[in-house]
Structure formats: C-alpha cells, structure tokens
C-alpha cells in the first residue's frame, strides 16, 4: 500500500519518476513462493529491469530507515521418531518401552551445545567472510541488544557476547516447534506413539540448502538414527530401534548485493534525503526471502528498503503495523522512484 | 459391574459368601484420588476389613488370570521454560534470542542416558531389594517380551536385556508429553516463548514422593536453572538466563503386600479354582494406586486382582475390555466372596 500510494502521491502532483517502473506482488512468499520461478522463466522479458527493490521486512529498534543488501535463505525440516505402536500405558510399560520423547530430546541436544553453537559437523564450514564495505556497515550500526533484551526478558543472548547484528551473519539452526503427547491439565500418563519437531536452517551466502540439510542428515545418523522418508511399516519397526522420518521441504540460498555497487549508493542517497537521522546500511537482515531466485534467473540486482515496525510480531498472533511506518513508507518510497542515478 | 455380577449370581444362586462383604467405589482415581485420604478418615471405623481386593489393571498377555501383591506410587511434574516474551521471527532473531526448546531438550536428556539408565544422582538409591518369594513368582511368570515387541512394533526395549517384568520393579521417569509452538503444516519460523514438558515418575518400595520428586529438582538446579513455582516476573526474565517453572502433581508411594501372608495364598487359591492355566503372581504391577493411603490409614491388607485384558488401549483412544474378561471377572470375583480362609 505504501508502494501504491507513493505511485499515486507522485501522479496526482505531476512529477515523473526518474526511470520506468515496474510492479511484483508475490502472494505466495509465506509458503516458500513455489510458483516463483516458473512465473519468472515465463515472463523474463517483461521482467527484466535495471534494479529490484523489495519491499519486506523491519526497520531497525531505533526507528531509524534502513536499506538492506542481503537476506539469510532457509529451509525446513520436519522430524518424526517413533515409539510403540499405540500409545501405552505408563506405568505398565514404563522404563520398559522406548520413548520416542527421550529419543528426540537427546537427538536435539546433540545438535548443539550449551553455548550455543551448533555442534553439527561443518555446520559454519562454507560461510563466505564479509567484504570490508559489508564489515564498516555493520560496525557502523548501533547496538539494540540491550534494549531488545529488556523488552524481551532476555537476560543473555543465545551465544554470550555476539551481538545480534553479528549473530544474523552465521547460518542458524531453530527449533520452531516440538511436540509429543499432550502436556499440562490434559496430559496423560501414556508413553506417546511419536515425537515431532520442526527445524528451521536459515542460511548465509556461501551455503548451499542441499548441502546444509545433508549435513544435518549425516549427523542424525551419526546418532545412529535410520532415516526414512515415510511412516515405517510394521518390517521396519520391529527391525530398527532408532526410526527417524525426515521431511525435507523446498528451500532456497541467500543473497547479497555488493555495498560498492552505484545503485547500492544511489539508494542510500535518495533514503537519506527523506529522513534527518542517519540511514541504516545492513549487509544480510537475518530473514529470508527468495532473492537468489529473482537475482540468478532475471540477472539482476536487488536491494530492500524495509518499511515495517521491528516490534511488529511479525508470523504470530496481534502482528502490526504502527501507522507512522506506512507513511514513512509512502515517503521512502516516493523518493526510491525519483532517485537520481 | 464384573463384582456387582459376581455378587448378584451368588445372592441369586443361594450361595453365601464366606465373609462380610463391603463394596467401595472410588471415582476420582484417574485425577489421583484428592480425598480418598479425608473419606477414609471420616468412615474408618465402617472400612474396617481384615483384608481389601481391588479390581483394576489387566491380566498379563497370554490371557492368564492373575493376583497382584502391590503397585508403583506415582508423582507427576510439570516444565515450563521460558524464551523471550513475545514470539520471534526466527529470521530476524535467531541465532541470537535464547530457544526455550533447546533449553528444555538439553535439560531432558541430561536426565536419562542413551542406555535408558536415569542419570539424575541418586534416582534409584532407595529402592526396597524384593524377597525371596516375590523373586521366585518373577522368575515363574512367562515372559512377554517377545510377543509384545512384535505386536508393539519395538525392535528393542529401553534398557537393552532389561525385561519388562524387571524394569517394573524399578522406579522410572517417563515424558509423557513436550510441547513447544507447532509442529507440520501449522508450524511458523518463531522462536517460541515457552517450551513444556510433562514428566510421570512412577516410584517403588523404598522411594518417598517428595524425596524424588526433590532429586529431580536437584538435578535441574545443577543444570544451571533456577525452579520456581510461578509464572516469572519482568525482573526475574531479564536477570536469570535459565528460568524453569515446575509445577509438582500431588503424589503417592508405592505399596507391597507380602506374598508369604496366609490372605496371599488364600486368594491364589480361589483364583486357581476358576482357570486350568497357572495363576500368575506378580509381586508389583507397573502401575499406580493409593493403596498406600488406604493401607496406612485403615491398618489393612490390599490384594490386587485385575480382570480387564493387557491390549485396552488404557489412558488412550480406543480404550476397551473385551467380553470375555468382564465374563471371567464375574467368576473370578464370585470365587474370591467364596473362598476358603
């Protein structure tokens, strides 16, 4: 709405932009955009364009404006471990059938350490080290730890000492979610059938999503875990005591656009004329977006100008949007579409 | 309905029963029994019993009838670990905001070793050794293990060479649920506020509830958590990194009846009487009563006859009891208002 009613603001008062402007509105980037690249390869020549400028993601905790130069990719992974085949009594089963709770706590804690690092083998292996314009940028933001970890009860952050700027430049490993049988007043006193947990990879430029997964899969079965792709059959229950089901969905690489680039500093230029505090200069924001996708089949460049609130809860429940912000966008915008370059 | 048949057919039949009879119906057993305690006190002298058989649990797998000399005790415990206050995108926080998941996986499985042996310090130090008759009625009763494994679908057991019948006279710490966020199609890229687990710690001859109950809580302080027993306060998130809630089930102990008594053999007898198979004797059942409560507070003797059949799906979908049983049970139960002692 912002981008449109920049358009519009720019019509109404007789002012052209200073290149020719084209609009994407991607509906399907919150289930990993499946349809993307074949709508791309279809329409390449209608799409081709000097310069992409995205329109996604937060502003920084100061409310200062941001220009941001890579994003993070991601992949999923769903894990299921198996128990007996109907749920079984506790107290007449238990300490006798496995538990497939047990089993997937333990997977999951040798995944990574106490401190916070994954422990996976050659997890951080093909991170491609920040240039020196990315490393000044980043050295040039200031630090919203403290304040973020006040508004958010966090007393240290995952790893001590690495700051959140520093932490979204690594590649990451999250448990979204996990669930066995049922907890609190509905919980029963059953050894629970299976247990799930939904992983989340976000990954730096240098990563590659297969190869990332591969590593996680090596490492389930250096746990001594069999890796299936299905619900096991009664032949493979009875024969293999440590059943994993690993669902793999479709991923996608990062993306970084050089700091150096002209149009990199065009935008920086045309941001900072609209507002009095300093713009910020991100390398990677720590989400993901199907960038490389854009980058790599269109042969093109690609820059994003988020306009968003940071507190915004963003994929959960009362997600917003502070009014000033969409404003300020429609400004941030108005300006992106008369820049001089 | 299986004592009331048995009971009816006698009256019907002109058949005395060979002592008074007192019928005692508890209803809130599965919520564990919040005033048992108070009814008993209240109407002790009318409770008055020289011995008490109680119908619950089921006959071993090869459909034998059985008498049981005792129970596991039962506590259950409830985890909460924090994350941060509001639920995170894990692109823009992770790597960085704390995952209460990973919390609460590190913490499980530093509870139980990858050879299903608790490794909570002192776990099974008080454990009451079991007498030479209840060793010899273990060492007697057929066992199960092979037919249950291929029916369950476990190609192993928990503990390996451990049988079922052994692992019950232990006491065990079981997950009967964890849950953090969502799992599947519904799962987000969040890093969740909060992550729970439910845990069931059966107990045996020797254990006290709270002492194990305090060994568990022992053992997650030396985790590094600090326990409290509310939701934590502003203060409390942003000073203390590893904040658990546990919330502590109202428990019991276990109890055990000696089957050297002249009531134990009694019982058997009757029982014999009715089954050309041989009657099994099973000093501890897995499970879990208050006959404990009611021992202790009415100076009685408790002997556990169950009817219903091993495969009813207790505590879960599809629970149910097979014809057969509720017919043997009638005359089970008749023969023990009739038995000789």
Redesign the interface.
């Known amino acids: 709405m912002s981008i449109l009613g920049a358009y519009e603001a720019l019509a109404k008062s007789g002012i052209s932009p200073s290149a020719n402007i084209k609009f994407f509105f991607e509906g399907e980037e919150e289930v990993s955009s499946p349809h993307l690249k074949e709508f791309l390869d279809a329409n390449s020549d209608l799409l081709q364009a000097d310069l992409w400028i995205i329109c996604d993601?937060?502003r920084d905790v100061f409310g200062r404006k941001m220009a941001v130069f890579g994003v993070?990719g991601?992949v999923?992974m769903?894990l299921t471990v198996?128990g007996?085949?109907?749920?079984?009594?506790?107290?007449?089963?238990?300490?006798?059938?496995?538990?497939p709770?047990?089993l997937?706590?333990?997977l999951?804690?040798?995944m990574?350490g106490?401190d916070?690092h994954v422990l996976i083998n050659g997890f951080y292996d093909d991170v491609q080290p920040l240039g020196r314009a990315e490393k000044d940028a980043l050295a040039a933001i200031p630090n919203p730890d403290s304040i973020l970890?006040?508004?958010?009860?966090?007393?240290?952050?995952?790893?001590s000492g690495?700051?959140?700027f520093e932490?979204?430049q690594?590649p990451?490993l999250?448990?979204?979610?996990?669930?066995?049988?049922?907890?609190?007043p509905i919980?029963?006193?059953?050894?629970?059938v299976s247990?799930?947990?939904?992983l989340?990879l976000?990954l730096v430029v240098g990563n590659d999503s297969h190869r990332q997964v591969e590593k996680v899969l090596e490492h389930i079965r250096s746990q001594g875990f069999t890796v299936i792709d299905h619900e096991?059959t009664?032949a493979e229950?009875?024969?293999?005591?440590r059943l994993i089901r690993v669902d793999i969905g479709s991923g996608y690489n990062a993306q970084r656009t050089s700091l150096d680039l002209p149009e990199a500093k065009a935008v920086a230029k045309a941001i900072q004329a609209t507002t009095p505090e300093p713009v910020i200069l991100l390398p990677s924001?720590?989400?993901?977006l199907p960038l490389i996708v854009i980058e790599r089949t269109l042969g093109t460049k690609i820059i994003t100008v988020p306009i968003a609130n940071?507190d915004d809860?963003?994929?959960?429940?009362n997600e917003n949007l502070k009014v000033q912000y969409l404003w300020d966008g429609i400004e941030t915008y108005a300006a992106l579409m008369t820049m001089a370059w």
Chains 1, 2 share one sequence.
């Open positions: 993601g937060p993070r991601d999923g769903g198996y007996p085949k109907r749920p079984l009594h506790s107290g007449h089963y238990g300490n006798w059938a496995p538990n709770a047990w997937l706590v333990d999951l804690a040798s990574k106490l916070g970890q006040g508004e958010l009860g966090i007393a240290q952050p995952e790893v690495r700051s959140l932490s979204l690594l990451s999250n448990i979204k979610g996990i669930q066995s049988a049922n907890i609190g919980a029963a006193n059953v050894i629970p247990a799930k947990a939904a989340d976000r096991p009664d229950r009875s024969q293999i005591a924001m720590g989400a993901s940071y809860n963003q994929h959960a429940e």
